[in-house]
């Protein structure tokens, strides 16, 4: 309710009158909720989307974007990267590509999985490692990552095994070996689906310890709803887009430019 005061030092009561939306504005608003994504969202994207007198859409959406969200991809960074998530997101072909992404601009890369409970897990990764002429180390349990040893200019890259959010045990387990591991644990999320499950299933993995997501399947999937509800909702960072099943294609840094000629569909 407008409490503004008026000349009579009353409260003025009245809702403030709406204001007509502009043709930019609605535009903006239909190309948004095209993907899903709920209105408030669409609400706050649109008003600090604004452009300026001559600003193109999509310059004045990634000034929105930059501003409400974070993007922290991991690029080609020394480090431990424990990759989690739910069963068949992506998580083993997400470590693989990300790997070929960094080996082919110079990086050490190591492979890992502690994925053992089926030997499928492990021969998969085995075979897109053979692909980069690389070999994996299995690491069982929490001891066999805790053993691990350390080195500080390769980026480690750790794939597990997919777990139900929804299950106390296998989130405990999983916990317990990320700690283990001294990684970073980076959430793997497939794009599409339904905005409010995709968010329920990432706040488990933020409270594992994820402040950044990997998002998979961006060469199949239209609508970006489920994608972007999971930063407003969670404040955790983009890190890559993934957009093809071939290891040496398809790996996006996120930025606020990229994600809004994304939103627009337009091509960069
Ligand atoms: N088109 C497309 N397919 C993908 C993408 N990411 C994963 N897939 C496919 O999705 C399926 C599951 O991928 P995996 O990498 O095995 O998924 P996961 O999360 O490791 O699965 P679990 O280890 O069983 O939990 C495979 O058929 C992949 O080829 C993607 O970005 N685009
Ligand atoms: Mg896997």
């Given at each position: 309710m407008n409490r503004s005061s008026n000349t009579s030092g009353t409260v003025d009561r009245q809702p403030p009158a709406a204001s007509t939306p502009s043709v930019e504005e609605l535009a903006l608003e239909t190309a948004l909720a095209a993907h899903g994504i709920p209105t408030p969202q669409i609400r706050k994207l649109v008003r600090l989307a604004a452009?300026?007198?001559?600003?193109?859409r999509a310059i004045a959406l990634t000034r929105a974007l930059a501003q409400l969200y974070l993007f922290n991809p991991l690029g080609t960074a020394a480090g431990r990267f424990f990759f989690v998530g739910a069963?068949?997101?992506?998580k083993t072909l997400a470590v693989a590509k990300l790997a070929a992404h960094a080996a082919a601009r110079g990086r050490a890369v190591r492979l890992v999985t502690c994925?053992?409970?089926?030997?499928a897990g492990i021969e998969q990764l085995r075979r897109f490692a053979a692909t980069l002429g690389l070999g994996i180390e299995v690491a069982g349990d929490a001891a066999a990552l805790g053993a691990q040893s350390a080195s500080a200019d390769a980026m480690t890259l750790i794939d597990s095994a997919g777990i139900n959010p929804y299950s106390p045990s296998e989130r405990a387990a999983l916990e317990t070996l990320a700690t283990a591991a001294r990684a970073e644990p980076i959430l793997v999320l497939a794009a599409g689906g339904d905005p409010a499950d995709t968010v329920e299933t990432a706040h488990v993995f933020r409270d594992i310890g994820c402040q950044r997501f990997v998002v998979t399947r961006l060469d199949i999937v239209q609508r970006l709803g489920s994608v972007l509800a999971v930063p407003e909702a969670l404040g955790i960072a983009f890190a890559e887009g993934l957009s093809a099943t071939?290891?040496?294609?398809?790996?996006e840094t996120f930025a606020a430019d990229s994600l809004a000629a994304r939103l627009l569909r337009t091509k960069r």
């Open positions: 452009p300026q007198p001559g600003e193109e069963p068949g997101v992506g994925d053992t409970s089926r030997g071939a290891l040496g294609q398809g790996v």
